[in-house]
Nanobody, 115 residues
Framework: QVQLVESGGGLVQAGESLRLSCAAS????????MAWYRQSPGKQRELVAS???????NYADSVKGRFAISRDNAKNTVYLQMNSLKPEDTAVYYC?????????WGQGIQVTVSS
């Protein structure tokens, strides 16, 4: 079983930065990628950024140039550096771990950006 624990969320003003962390623990089977998703009230969950086991990254168009995903393999931790935050970035952010046989989710963490 995999446990994902997110941290680093909170309330900031527009233009400020936050860094989210997601620490994974448990037994892993062939990790494919780790990712961050977000969901705002009334909207579907959307992919924000992902990073494969080989280090290839992918970003939603809305966050390109502002967000950066990275991982520390030794700590089984993935990070999301969020700069130049906008009110529309307000959402619950979820960490995801994709393995060959399963997909695991964190409990989610709130990010609120005030204008």
């Amino acid at each position: 079983q995999v446990q994902l624990v997110e941290s680093g969320g909170g309330l900031v003003q527009a233009g400020e930065s936050l860094r989210l962390s997601c620490a994974a623990s448990g037994s892993f089977f062939s990790i494919i990628a780790m990712a961050w998703y977000r969901q705002s009230p009334g909207k579907q969950r959307e992919l924000v950024a992902s990073i494969t086991s080989g280090g290839t990254t992918n970003y939603a168009d809305s966050v390109k140039g502002r967000f950066a995903i990275s991982r520390d393999n030794a700590k089984n931790t993935v990070y999301l550096q969020m700069n130049s935050l906008k009110p529309e970035d307000t959402a619950v952010y979820y960490c995801n771990l994709l393995e060959s046989l399963r997909s695991s989710w964190g409990q989610g963490i709130q990010v609120t950006v005030s204008s």
